[in-house]
């Protein structure tokens, strides 16, 4: 599953490769069928969010997925012609679950995406997305979304702009070294706020040279050490100190407001046992201050935040306020409940630029699950 699942809020400063799982890994398997004459459908695309596990159904309308991590996943399923389906479900190791899909046909109207109608309002109203939807990070000019054509803006309030796509985004990311299929189910901004939700499918690029492989390797290394799915990894392996994170609560009282009401805290305080063993509670008051010590902030990041309540200098800062409590995480870091907690600082700078499949891990880096 790879929503953008939190609440990116830019009012403040804030909004695979080598993996080592230790869980035995699930399967998921099944037959997908149009509903109405219950024929198999042919290449129907089934795929887990935000990873690279993915396949297509067999003349027989079967398929099945490998190699999954135990934990919370959204299984999407979709083909032209027919309305896509998602399902949210947690799997255990070893599990293997049968899902079986009928999906109805649907009639688009191919007008809607007539290029001819986009006009100057529209394009500037696509350079702001873009802006908001990929970020303003160094790799950000390196992604390029490929049908442009396909979306549809409104923006009748002043600072607000509300987004939705007539067909899967596709996206290349040439920093990273990856296609991105996305299916776009919410995008709103408000001036203060943007938020959004979604189903990505990564497979990865062909590098023309080994030169050109080696440079996406170390671009996605930096795309993830510091970001926020490195930290909730550090939080549940118990690592903080050990992969450069400081971790601060800062509580509002009515005597000092936060920041200055400010406390180091155990990540053992905020972590608790959930219904299954590959699942985790998250709850705290107030405000969490992450600084991540082994990078400092990018002159972009600066620029972006206009020097509004700088952070530490020579750090990353990031702060986490919850919407809900508690909040649900897996053992890959992904949380389950939809916009359950607010980035802010450089998680919230951070956007699908600098986004890796979920199953992604550096090579060398300390997996205990």
């Known amino acids: 599953m790879r929503r953008i699942l939190f609440i990116i809020c830019v009012l403040f400063l804030f909004s695979t490769e080598g993996t080592s799982h230790l869980y035995a890994q699930a399967v998921i398997e099944g037959r997908v069928i149009d509903s109405e004459s ?16 993915g396949t297509s159904t067999d003349t027989t309308g079967r398929y099945i997925l490998k190699g999954i991590p135990a934990g919370a996943h959204r299984l999407v399923i979709s083909m032209i012609g027919y309305g896509r389906k998602t399902f949210d479900l947690k799997l255990g190791p070893e599990e293997i679950k049968t899902m079986d899909f009928g ?48 979306l549809r ?73 510091g970001s926020l799915r490195h930290f909730w990894l550090a939080l549940l392996q118990d690592r903080l ?42 709850r705290f008051f107030g405000r969490l201050e992450i600084i ?35 909040i649900t995480l897996d053992e890959d870091g992904e949380v389950l409940e939809p916009y359950g907690a607010t980035q802010m600082g450089y998680f919230a700078f951070h956007r699908l630029a600098d986004l890796t499949p979920r199953e992604y891990r550096p090579e060398g880096f300390v997996d205990l699950k």
């Not at 219950?38 to 596990?53: A, D, E, M, R, Y």
């Not at 509004?308 to 409590?325: A, D, I, P, T, Y």
């Open 38 to 53: 219950k024929n198999p459908l042919q290449g129907t695309h089934v795929f887990l969010s935000g990873t690279k596990i």
């Open 292 to 326: 991540y010590t082994r990078d400092k902030e990018d002159r972009r990041y600066l620029e972006w935040t206009r020097n509004f309540r700088r952070g530490v200098k020579g750090s990353q800062v990031s702060w986490l306020e919850l919407n809900e409590r508690p």
């Open 241 to 282: 100190k050990e992969e450069g994170f400081l971790l601060y609560n800062l509580r509002e009282s009515s005597y000092r407001p936060y920041p200055n009401n400010r406390y180091r805290i155990s990540p053992k305080r905020l972590i608790s046992q959930a219904e299954e063993e590959y699942l985790h509670h998250i």
């Open 103 to 150: 999906l109805k046909p649907v009639v688009y109207e191919m007008n809607e995406i007539y290029a001819g109608d986009l006009d100057k309002k529209w394009k500037k109203r696509l350079e702001h997305f873009e802006e908001l939807f990929i970020g303003e990070t160094k790799w950000a000019e390196s992604v390029v979304i490929l049908n442009p054509e396909v």
């Open 153 to 225: 803006f409104d923006a009748n309030f002043w600072g607000r702009l509300n987004a939705k796509a007539l067909a899967p985004l596709r996206i290349e990311n040439r920093a990273l070294g990856y296609h991105i299929t996305y299916y776009l189910d919410e995008f709103t901004h408000n001036g203060t706020r943007t938020r959004w939700d979604g189903e990505p499918l990564f497979t990865e690029m062909t590098s023309s040279d080994s030169l050109q492989q080696a440079r996406w390797e170390q671009n996605r290394r930096e795309a993830f050490y």
